[in-house]
T-cell receptor, first 117, second 113 residues
Framework: GAVVSQHPSWVICKSGTSVKIECRSL??????MFWYRQFPKQSLMLMAT?????????EQGVEKDKFLINHASLTLSTLTVTSAHPEDSSFYIC?????????????FGPGTRLTVL | SQQGEEDPQALSIQEGENATMNCSYK?????LQWYRQNSGRGLVHLIL?????REKHSGRLRVTLDTSKKSSSLLITASRAADTASYFC?????????????FGAGTRLAVHP
C-alpha cells in the first residue's frame, strides 16, 4: 500500500513552453501533497505544500506564478512549470501524506526529470 | 538554510563492512526520518524515530537520536552492493503543524563487491 505515482517520468521541452506533471496517490487519500525539487547530487528542496481544495503554500523564493499547483482531488495534485527555461531543468519529486497519520510520514513518487532545451 | 547537514558526504566501503552516516539538524523536532534514494529515483522511507526515542532497529538498520546534540546516526550493518544509494535524513520540526520535512544534504554510499 501507500503507492504514489508520477507522470511523466521524464520530459524534454523547448524553452518557453509549459509542462504539467501529475502526482497521484494510488491506494490512499492524501489531503496534503508536497512538491520537491532536486538538482544533481543535491538534497531535496521543498517547493510547496499542496492541500486538497485550497491554494498551495509556497516556500520562500519559489515563484507561485511560475510553478502552478492544483490539488483538485484527494488523489491528484499537478505541478505546471510555466514558460520553462533551461534553469528549470531539474528532478521534480512529489510526495503524499496519509491523512490520518499525525507524524508526517510521506510517501514519495518516483520523480520526473525535466530537461528544458 | 533550514537544511541539516550530513556527514560524510560520500562513503565508500567493501561488502560486509558497516556503514555509519551522521545527521545534524537545527530546530526542535517531532521526529526524524531516514530515506534512501537510488540514483535518479524517488525516495524510499527506511525508518522513523520519534523525539522521545533514543534508538531504533529495523533489520540491518540501526538509528540513534540525540536530541540534546540535535544529531542522529544511521548504521547499516553487513553492507551489500545493493545498499549503494544516497541516504537522507529528514526532520519534522515542532513548529509548522508537522507538515514539513526538512531534508539533510545526504550521504552517497558506495558498497563495492
Amino acid at each position: 500500500g501507500a503507492v504514489v505515482s508520477q507522470h511523466p517520468s521524464w520530459v524534454i521541452c523547448k524553452s518557453g513552453t509549459s509542462v504539467k506533471i501529475e502526482c497521484r496517490s494510488l491506494d490512499f487519500q492524501a489531503t496534503t501533497m508536497f512538491w520537491y525539487r532536486q538538482f544533481p547530487k543535491q538534497s531535496l528542496m521543498l517547493m510547496a505544500t499542496s492541500n486538497e481544495g485550497s491554494k498551495a503554500t509556497y516556500e520562500q523564493g519559489v515563484e507561485k506564478d511560475k510553478f502552478l499547483i492544483n490539488h483538485a482531488s484527494l488523489t491528484l495534485s499537478t505541478l505546471t512549470v510555466t514558460s520553462a527555461h533551461p534553469e528549470d531543468s531539474s528532478f521534480y519529486i512529489c510526495s503524499a501524506r496519509i491523512t490520518r497519520v499525525s507524524y508526517n510520514e510521506q510517501f514519495f513518487g518516483p520523480g520526473t526529470r525535466l530537461t528544458v532545451l | 538554510s533550514q537544511q541539516g547537514e550530513e556527514d560524510p558526504q560520500a562513503l565508500s566501503i567493501q561488502e560486509g563492512e558497516n556503514a555509519t552516516m551522521n545527521c545534524s539538524y537545527k530546530t526542535s523536532i517531532n521526529n526524524l526520518q531516514w530515506y534512501r534514494q537510488n540514483s535518479g529515483r524517488g525516495l524510499v522511507h527506511l525508518i522513523l524515530i520519534r523525539s522521545n526515542e533514543r534508538e531504533k532497529h529495523s533489520g540491518r538498520l540501526r538509528v540513534t537520536l540525540d536530541t540534546s546534540k540535535k544529531s542522529s546516526s544511521l548504521l547499516i550493518t553487513a553492507s551489500r552492493a545493493a545498499d549503494t544509494a544516497s541516504y537522507f535524513c529528514a526532520t519534522v520540526p515542532l513548529s509548522g503543524g508537522y507538515n514539513k520535512l526538512i531534508f539533510g544534504a545526504g550521504t552517497r554510499l558506495a558498497v563495492h563487491p
